[in-house]
């Protein structure tokens, strides 16, 4: 097993990163202070919300298949049903790197959609968000890591 830390270190060396269910109601959703601050910190990111046109101020694309060079990692941030399609759709185009976004709520976390990724091969970081470690991280994100690692909304190993 590898450990959270290595795998979201693993996860955020990648440059072209998905974040899908980034909402055109930035108010509203988790995923988009994520692919805020990926962008924020230099990360080529891509909003997948197959109802808008821009997002955050960005083209915005139906679907994975969409971005146009692919990317190397995607974070869930939709809801879990559909989180198992998000990372069929990543497998067959050769995506290694899932993040399921968790934070205190119930999150994009599937276990059918983790079981589905790690049968395939692919490194799925299933709860937690990107923010809580790394350089993408703040201290508050840090403190809500230890805490929510209490809960298990933040796994020790994937």
Not at 15 to 33: E, F, L, M, Q
Not at 42 to 63: K, M
Not at 67 to 88: E, F, R, S, W
């Amino acid at each position: 097993m590898t450990s959270m830390r290595a795998a979201a270190e693993q996860f955020l060396s990648q440059r072209r990163i998905a974040v899908t269910g980034v909402s055109r109601d930035a108010a509203t959703h988790g995923g988009n202070p994520v692919y805020v601050r990926l962008r924020e910190r230099g990360y080529e990111v891509f909003a997948i919300n197959p109802n808008a046109e821009t997002v955050e101020g960005d083209p915005a694309y139906p679907s994975l298949s969409a971005v146009p060079g692919g990317v190397d990692a995607v974070v869930v941030a939709t809801a879990p049903a559909h989180a198992l399609g998000t990372v069929q759709e990543a497998e067959q185009l050769g995506v290694r790197y899932i993040w399921m976004h968790r934070g205190p709520g119930g999150g994009s976390v599937s276990p059918e959609a983790a079981a589905y990724g790690r049968e395939h091969g692919m490194t799925v970081l299933a709860g937690g968000c990107p923010l809580m470690f790394g350089p993408t991280s703040d201290g508050g994100h840090r403190f809500m890591c230890r805490m929510l690692q209490l809960t298990g909304a933040v796994p020790r190993t994937v």
